[in-house]
């Protein structure tokens, strides 16, 4: 039901790419970090060429292409030609007769086939050849955080560390909490952290957000750190988080990283009573919410997971627009939830102002050839009384040929048609008309 995420896999397969490939870091990352790539110096000529994952294989709309980078002059630190052979068999795929010691004194200097390599091995290493990768990574901690390939290593060792060298990492990560949460790889870190570490170290790390957090709300990266912050932490022990919502509820609704982290407030503390307000200012704006490209998803979050009396207020306040709303984009998904988890009560009214006072009022064939509308119409019939039942279709059949003239309004008069228990069938199986054409549904918005 979200709106699209972004939200990146903590798997090394996933990133497919040669270290530095992104080019020379930015002044603006540089000066916010104060950190480089391994072996790559800013204004460093770089030439790339990217590639798809597979073979032949096209690129996929977000998907990571893998990357050939060559740098001019660039070789490992270290012990340079004994770690390349060492790499090269790795990249070869002969890699599993190797052990954690074999990388000895190498680990920081690993591409992506030793960080993978790396990866593997600490799930199932002995606690003495961990200790030793620990202490090694430990020092420069904070630079593979934000390393393309160096922050799974640490999140492997948040996964499989023993309870102190989290804590170590943890306190790694003390008085960096926002740049990390800004950054592309530092956010994932600092999410595996809040999963695994002590609820008081969790309490300790998201306090280094308080005056940020409608900064990092706002932030691609940064907004996976809040929902996490929530989904982790008691709301009483947050209670600078909650205050910065206080007054930005509609706004961040209709935000597309805000809508997501208002949906985990209302999933993890909807009930506790700090954050009534939470939900009283979605149903102020609840017009508006439900017309948005954003908000929509945020009001039918509402609809759904909500209390009956959040429900009927939310109807009541739609009421005296529910056909404009109907034919809108955005807002006929709301009008569907609205007839889907509604009471009789909600239904009813919905029902009586699409269909009008006689069969004079033409809104129902207006809804039957529109777009957007006909979803609403199809809604209806699958929740509706026998009895509300007969006296719309009796209303369809009168204008059933000029009805069959239209895209949208033809498949709803075939199924009305059929015996009731047939039709009712159909239209809880494909409620979407454009699925039976081969086609999706316009209105949702990728996730």
Request: charged content about 25%; hydrophobic content about 35%; overall charge positive.
């Given at each position: 039901m979200?709106?699209?995420?972004?939200?990146?896999k903590?798997?090394?397969?996933s990133?497919?790419?040669v270290?530095?490939?992104?080019g020379?870091?930015s002044?603006s990352?540089?000066?916010?970090?104060?950190?480089?790539y391994?072996?790559?110096?800013?204004?460093?000529?770089i030439?790339?060429q990217y590639?798809p994952a597979?073979?032949?294989?096209?690129?996929?709309p977000?998907?990571?292409?893998?990357v050939e980078?060559s740098?001019?002059?660039?070789r490992?630190?270290?012990?340079?030609?004994?770690?390349?052979?060492?790499l090269?068999e790795?990249?070869s795929?002969?890699g599993?007769?190797?052990?954690?010691?074999d990388?000895?004194?190498?680990?920081v200097?690993?591409d992506?086939?030793?960080?993978?390599?790396?990866?593997?091995k600490?799930?199932?290493?002995?606690?003495e050849?961990?200790?030793?990768?620990?202490?090694?990574?430990?020092?420069?901690?904070c630079?593979l955080?934000?390393?393309?390939f160096?922050?799974?290593?640490?999140q492997?060792?948040?996964?499989?560390g023993?309870p102190s060298q989290?804590?170590?990492?943890?306190?790694?990560?003390?008085?960096q909490?926002v740049?990390?949460s800004?950054q592309?790889?530092?956010c994932r870190?600092?999410?595996?952290?809040?999963?695994?570490?002590?609820?008081?170290?969790?309490?300790?790390?998201?306090?280094e957000?308080?005056g940020?957090?409608?900064?990092?709300?706002?932030?691609?990266?940064?907004?996976?750190v809040?929902?996490?912050?929530?989904?982790n932490?008691?709301?009483?022990r947050?209670?600078?988080m909650?205050?910065a919502?206080r007054?930005q509820?509609?706004?961040?609704?209709?935000?597309?990283y805000?809508?997501?982290?208002?949906q985990?407030l209302l999933?993890?503390?909807?009930?506790e009573?700090q954050?009534?307000?939470?939900?009283?200012?979605?149903?102020e704006?609840v017009?508006v919410?439900?017309?948005?490209?954003?908000?929509n998803?945020v009001?039918?979050h509402v609809?759904?997971?909500?209390?009956?009396?959040?429900?009927?207020?939310?109807?009541r306040?739609l009421?005296?627009h529910?056909?404009?709303?109907?034919?809108?984009k955005?807002?006929?998904?709301?009008?569907?939830?609205?007839l889907?988890h509604?009471?009789?009560v909600?239904?009813d009214?919905?029902?009586?102002?699409?269909?009008?006072?006689?069969?004079?009022?033409?809104s129902?064939?207006v809804m039957?050839?529109d777009?957007y509308?006909?979803?609403?119409v199809?809604?209806?019939?699958?929740?509706?009384?026998?009895?509300?039942r007969?006296?719309?279709?009796?209303?369809v059949?009168?204008?059933?040929s000029?009805?069959?003239k239209?895209?949208?309004?033809?498949h709803?008069?075939?199924?009305?048609?059929?015996?009731?228990a047939?039709?009712?069938?159909?239209?809880?199986?494909?409620?979407?008309?454009?699925?039976m054409?081969?086609?999706?549904?316009?209105?949702?918005?990728a996730?």
């Open positions: 979200e709106p699209p995420r972004g939200y990146h903590n798997g090394p397969e990133q497919k790419f270290r530095g490939i992104r020379p870091p002044n990352n540089m000066g916010r970090m104060g950190l480089s391994h072996g790559v110096q800013p204004n460093m000529g030439m790339v590639l597979q073979p032949g294989a096209p690129l996929s977000g998907s990571l292409p893998y980078a740098y001019p002059g660039w490992p630190q270290g012990n340079g030609p004994r770690l390349c052979n060492f090269e790795l990249k795929g002969k599993r007769r190797f052990g954690l010691s990388i000895t004194g190498h680990v200097d690993a992506q086939h030793g960080s993978r390599f790396i990866q593997q600490l799930e199932h290493c002995n606690p050849e961990k200790a030793a990768v620990f202490r090694e990574i430990l020092p420069h901690a630079k955080m934000t390393d393309v160096g922050n799974y290593v640490i492997k060792f948040f996964e499989y023993n989290r804590k170590e990492l943890a306190d790694q990560l003390m008085g909490i740049p990390l800004l592309m790889y530092g870190v600092i999410q595996k952290a809040l999963d695994v570490i002590e609820p008081d170290q969790r309490v300790r790390l998201a306090r957000l308080d940020q957090v409608m900064r990092c709300v706002r932030d691609q990266n940064g907004n996976h809040i929902q996490k912050c929530i989904e932490i008691s709301a009483d947050v209670g600078f909650l205050g919502f007054g509820v509609s706004s961040l609704s209709m935000h597309p805000g809508c997501r982290v208002i985990r999933e993890r503390c909807a009930n009573h954050c009534q307000f939470i939900t009283e200012e979605i149903l704006s017009c919410l439900s017309k948005d490209q954003y908000g998803y009001t039918q609809l759904e997971k909500g209390t009956s009396k959040e429900r009927e207020r939310i109807v306040k009421s005296g529910i056909v404009q709303l109907s034919l809108h955005f807002a006929s998904n709301v009008i569907e939830k609205c889907e509604g009471g009789r909600e239904r009214l919905i029902i009586e102002e699409i269909a009008g006072p006689d069969e004079s009022y033409d129902l064939l039957m050839k777009q509308g006909n979803y609403v199809q809604k209806i019939f699958e929740t509706c009384t026998v009895e509300q007969a006296a719309l279709s009796s209303r059949r009168m204008h059933a000029a009805l069959k239209y895209t949208y309004g033809k709803i008069v075939t199924r009305l048609e059929q015996p009731f047939e039709a009712v069938s159909l239209f809880c199986r494909k409620p979407r008309i454009e699925a054409n081969g086609s999706s549904d316009s209105r949702q918005v996730d």
